[in-house]
């Protein structure tokens, strides 16, 4: 098996939306209506929004190839671009999503391991994440990644408020 991860540039914001969706909604489909899906979907993905995203330095996007098959993609933010305010040394995964056929195979703990490196080199003292209290797979992954519950928040799935936990690793 050959795994490949690249940075994304503002040229992939095709492929990006394409696979932010797909996963976000196989992901979420069965425990949210479809009103709330369309709502949260046309709001996080679409093509301006992404842009803005992909052009924000504090911000990187990674896709993770298996055979040279787009498998999944991994979102970080550092700075004034984590979702919320926290200081310098933190550093946050805000989306790491692996297509449903490739889960299970490894490839998350690739997209987890360049996360740790990237905030390792960057000097960080702390990987933050917030995850829906329901996601249940998830939170297994990333208590066995070393994650624990530091606090939550509130998350808003079209006008459906839920509440993620904030999981927090110390490097
Ligand atoms: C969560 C997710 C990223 C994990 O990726 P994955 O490729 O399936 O996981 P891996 O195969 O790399 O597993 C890495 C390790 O975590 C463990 N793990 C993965 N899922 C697990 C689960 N549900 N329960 C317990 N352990 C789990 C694996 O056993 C493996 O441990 P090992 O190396 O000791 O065998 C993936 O399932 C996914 O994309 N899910 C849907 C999207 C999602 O929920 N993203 C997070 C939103 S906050």
């Known amino acids: 098996m050959t795994i490949n ?3 994304c540039c503002l040229e992939d914001v095709l492929m990006l939306q394409e ?4 996963t976000f909604h196989d992901t979420f489909k069965d425990q949210n ?4 899906m369309k709502a949260y979907l046309d709001k996080a993905f679409n093509i301006n929004q992404l842009e803005k995203e992909l052009s924000n330095s504090l911000s990187g996007f990674y896709f993770i190839y298996k055979d040279e098959e ?7 933010n550092t700075g004034d671009a984590q979702s919320e305010k ?3 040394e933190s550093f946050e995964i805000e989306r790491i999503y692996v297509r449903t056929i490739f ?3 490894g490839i998350g703990r690739y997209l987890m391991n360049k996360a740790i490196d990237l905030a390792t080199g960057l000097g ?3 990987i933050w994440l917030g995850v829906w209290e329901k ?8 208590n066995k990644n070393g994650f624990v519950k530091t606090g939550a928040h509130s998350f808003y799935m079209g006008d459906e408020q839920q509440t993620d936990f904030i999981l927090t690793k110390t490097l």
């Open 70 to 76: 787009l498998a999944g993609y991994l979102k970080v």
């Open 5 to 7: 991860i690249r940075k």
């Open 33 to 36: 209506s479809p009103e709330n």
């Open 103 to 105: 889960q299970k195979q």
């Open 86 to 88: 926290k200081d310098d």
């Open 19 to 22: 696979i932010s969706i797909e």
């Open 124 to 126: 960080k003292k702390t």
């Open 135 to 142: 996601n249940l797979n998830a939170i297994a992954f990333y």
